[in-house]
């Protein structure tokens, strides 16, 4: 028998470690893939990583026959294969926003990290998990204060239903004086005879959507406003 090795432990560890610090960045975030997802995959990327390539070494040949491996043959089979998870988290809303896709792309950066972490490169793995870090919680914020106007604002989603026709004109005027931009437009008739009033609206990221609905009911016309985040 050969002398136990306790180097896949030592990897299984450094792997659990990184992927229970990008489990909590989406714990705290209250996202679908919290911490227990991302131990599980990281984990087991990195284990099948160490299969991978402990089992390519191990096949010998004989005689008539040389059998060569892929050392990370399965491993490449979980980048492709983690993608079913990534599709699950990825939802679209009924206003036609998609959301979901950075904790996809965290699925599949945790999956990478595992495989980094099986075949022993724990610097650089590492660094990868600092980097996702950085990337998704820090350079936003810098972008956000540093980069072009159209990042320091928000969109959200306004319905509004109106009594009167001739009042939806000067109630659209009304909302853009209140520093409101309107960047899409949809009116229908409701079976009440009143109307509907659907905008997409874009204000400043610092401005609470409270007192955006505020400032929106009390515009003369309006008889119940709704406002959602996109």
């Not at 945790?110 to 950085?134: K, M, N, R, S």
Request: overall charge positive; aromatic content about 4%.
């Amino acid at each position: 028998m050969e002398p136990f090795d306790p180097t896949f432990l030592i990897k299984l560890g450094v792997s659990a470690i990184l992927g229970l610090i990008i489990g909590l960045e989406r714990e705290l975030k209250r996202k679908p893939v919290g911490l227990k997802t991302s131990l599980v995959i990281c984990i087991v990327s990195c284990l099948l990583t160490i299969v991978s390539i402990e089992s390519a070494y191990l096949s010998e040949g004989s005689d008539k026959v040389n059998i060569t491996m892929d050392p990370l043959r399965l491993a490449a089979q979980i980048v492709s294969g983690i993608g079913f998870l990534g599709a699950g988290v990825i939802l679209r809303r009924g206003n036609d926003s998609i959301s979901g896709l950075t904790t996809a792309a965290m699925i599949w950066g945790a999956a990478g990290i595992g495989i980094a972490v099986g075949a022993g490169f724990y610097i650089e793995a590492t660094a990868g998990v600092i980097l996702l870090i950085v990337s998704v919680e820090v350079v936003p914020v810098i972008i956000t204060y540093l980069g072009p106007k159209r990042l320091r604002e928000k969109e959200l989603s306004l319905r509004a239903t109106i009594s009167e026709k001739q009042e939806i004109k000067s109630i659209i005027e009304s909302i853009k004086s209140e520093e409101i931009a309107i960047e899409n437009i949809r009116i229908k008739d409701l079976k009440n005879k009143q109307h509907l009033l659907e905008l997409k609206i874009i204000v400043d990221f610092r401005r609470k959507t409270v007192d955006i609905y505020y400032t929106i009911s009390k515009i003369k016309g309006i008889k119940d406003v709704e406002i959602e985040s996109l």
